[in-house]
């Protein structure tokens, strides 16, 4: 049950606010299959006529798979791809779930130019691109890594700075906080297994082309939640 | 509470063989080396270690970021060799510039790079592999495809696939439409990992005119058999460009020849992540393996970066990526067979060492027993450690 049946194309989904734009878009070039829900208690979602196999997986988790070959492509967050930092050919960028990796820091706190915030503590879940954008700016910063309410970290003193992923930059609003740089913009991607895309490479190239001639198409764009 | 019980650790990304993965290692290092040999190559043996400024020549930055480096007495700073090409273009250039060309030589051993440990990808890793210096020659480029092919299928592999490519193919492309430097290497690392998004925004900065980077971001598809070659040459119009697509059809015409090109497609957007290559790059997948089982190319500029001019081309393939593939594949390769157990009874130690001595020099596998046994003991002896036979000595 890997992709290392040649007649198969296994896709990978990840969980949450991708899930459902992804689905679309697939579906709407002839990739589904009956019962694909992020509510299905099946692992693994097989569509026997076209030869699909479906895998809805954590995000962090997606690239993973990719990587190893267990699923031969995938739809995940440019954010995931740089935190992640896996080995998978980046094929497409679907334009859909716009939103940015940033640092903000509270009101009180905010400073003149980036590198006064020196040796403070960054709380994120995206360490390793938080340790990458400081280091290239020539910054040293402690990096607290946490797995989520990343927002509550400056208000009970855990750390000073965050880096985090926003879309419309709301909750920052609402805690008080301040964008004071961008590290990068991020939509969710169609990724490939580096194998796979050589193996099986009309099938995801046609994919390739199918997806693009949808977005040209303008039929996508419905939601682009992050 | 239970007391904690000492494990001694091995450093990350290494890992132990014990018998049956060993005795398979060896044996398919067995038929990769007389595989060579029947070809003409001669093995050599090069030092583990090396100086690191040996070792960086044709490499810049971004292998020796991934070197295991420490110092010597003198402090000057050595490293695991992290691939065998440059080492064998060091002793090609030093210590056989006297030979006749061209030279042919084959290794079988381990190298050493930082990486993300996986299965079929650790620190220290084992690598078959052939080079052949002296020749430019397209016929020299599909000998060794050819012998890459055979050697996939002295594994026992069937189902796998070898993808050619020419560097010179986009360097051409970027000469000709005056892309920077700085930019071709962004251009070439985005394609390395092909991430395609990372290069249209690359193109999209560069202000080129829209013909150039529509050409380059068509590169990483250009995927396919004969009729794919000629789609890309009419594509492009610079000399260089179309005399690496020329090469490619040389050396494809060479492997139909051989009777591989079957296993052989082209991928113009291979260029391999190390520096030196310089004409034809080709890799080698299998289906249930997420990266290529092997690869290599035609590396014109790095012996004479040793001081002698020397074209050459090479390849290398994984061997513990071949035993993984095969598993997942059910390829079956039992370890070596076990023949006879020998058990002896009190007294008959003499007689069961003649035994032992005789069915050894008829070449079978043969354990004789350290301690008198009983038949029954023999018996369970002989089924615990695996052997297929057993001769009781009862006397």
Redesign the interface.
């Known amino acids: 049950m ?5 007649n198969y194309l296994t896709v990978a989904l990840p969980k949450g606010k991708l899930f459902a734009p992804s689905a679309k878009m697939l579906a709407d070039i002839g990739y589904t299959a009956e019962g694909l829900s992020e509510k299905s208690r099946k692992l693994v979602i097989t569509n026997e006529e076209e030869k699909i196999r479906f895998i809805i997986t954590k995000t962090a988790d997606l690239p993973t798979y990719v ?3 267990a699923a031969d492509v995938g739809i995940i967050g ?1 954010d995931v791809l740089l935190e992640e930092g896996k ?1 998978v ?5 679907l334009k859909f779930g716009f939103c940015r990796l940033m640092v903000a820091v509270p009101q009180a706190l905010q400073q003149e130019k980036l590198s006064d915030y020196a040796h403070m503590r960054v709380a994120t879940k995206y360490p390793r691109v938080a340790e990458r954008f400081f280091s290239s700016m020539g910054i040293q910063m402690e990096i607290i890594k946490l797995n989520g309410s990343i927002e509550l970290a400056p208000m009970v003193g855990l750390a000073e700075m965050i880096v985090d992923i926003v879309e419309t930059g709301r909750t920052l609003k609402e805690n008080q906080l301040i964008e004071v740089a961008q590290i990068h913009p991020a939509t969710a ?1 169609f990724i ?4 796979s ?3 099986k ?1 009309d099938r995801i ?1 046609r994919m ?1 082309e199918d997806l693009k001639t949808l977005m040209e198409g303008g039929v996508n764009g419905e939601n682009s939640s992050c | 509470m239970t007391t904690e019980v000492f494990v001694p650790k091995i450093p990350y990304g290494t890992r132990d063989l014990l018998q049956g993965d060993a005795n398979r290692k060896r044996n398919i290092e067995a038929a990769l080396g007389k595989l060579f040999a029947s070809w003409g190559y001669d093995e050599v043996v090069t030092p583990t270690i090396e100086y690191l400024e040996t070792l960086s020549v044709g490499n810049a930055t971004d292998l020796q970021h991934n070197m295991f480096k420490f110092f010597d007495k003198s402090n000057r700073i050595l490293a695991l060799r992290p691939d065998m090409t440059t080492p064998i273009a060091r002793v090609a250039a030093t210590r056989l510039r006297e030979r006749a060309l061209p030279l042919k030589l084959f290794y079988l051993t381990n190298v050493f790079r930082y990486e993300e440990a996986q299965a079929g990808r650790q620190c220290e890793f084992y690598q078959a592999g052939i080079e052949l210096l002296g020749v430019s020659d397209p016929t020299a480029d599909a000998e060794v495809i050819a012998i890459a092919v055979e050697a996939m299928l002295e594994a026992g592999l069937t189902s796998f696939q070898v993808s050619l490519g020419q560097v010179e193919f986009i360097h051409g492309i970027m000469n000709e439409c005056g892309l920077p430097l700085t930019q071709q290497q962004a251009v070439k690392q985005s394609l390395v990992k092909r991430d395609l998004v990372g290069m249209g925004e690359i193109l999209q900065n560069s202000g080129l005119c829209p013909t150039a980077q529509k050409i380059l971001t068509q590169v990483p598809v250009l995927h396919g058999r004969q009729d794919m070659l000629k789609q890309a040459y009419d594509m492009v119009t610079n000399q260089t460009s179309r005399n690496a697509l020329d090469n490619l059809s040389e050396i494809y015409n060479i492997l139909v020849s051989y009777g591989v090109d079957k296993y052989v497609n082209f991928d113009l957007g291979i260029i391999r992540d190390f520096e030196y290559y310089t004409g034809m790059v080709f890799e080698g997948y299998t289906p249930g393996l997420g990266f290529p089982l092997c690869g290599g190319g035609r590396y014109d500029k790095m012996v004479s970066s040793f001081g002698v001019d020397c074209p050459a081309t090479g390849f290398a393939l994984g061997i513990e990526r071949i035993l993984l593939a095969m598993e997942r594949q059910g390829i079956a390769i039992s370890p070596d067979s076990k023949d006879i157990y020998i058990g002896w009874n009190k007294g008959m130690f003499d007689a069961a060492i003649v035994e032992a001595s005789q069915q050894r020099r008829a070449g079978k596998t043969v354990e004789l027993a350290f301690k008198p046994q009983s038949q029954l003991e023999a018996a369970t002896s002989q089924v615990a450690k695996g052997y297929n036979k057993l001769t009781y000595i009862g006397g």
Do not use: P, Q, W
Request: proline content about 0%.
């Open positions: 890997t992709s290392s049946d040649l990587e190893y070959g440019k080995d050919y980046e094929l497409l960028d991607r490939a297994n580096r194998v895309f050589k193996m490479f190239n390739v």
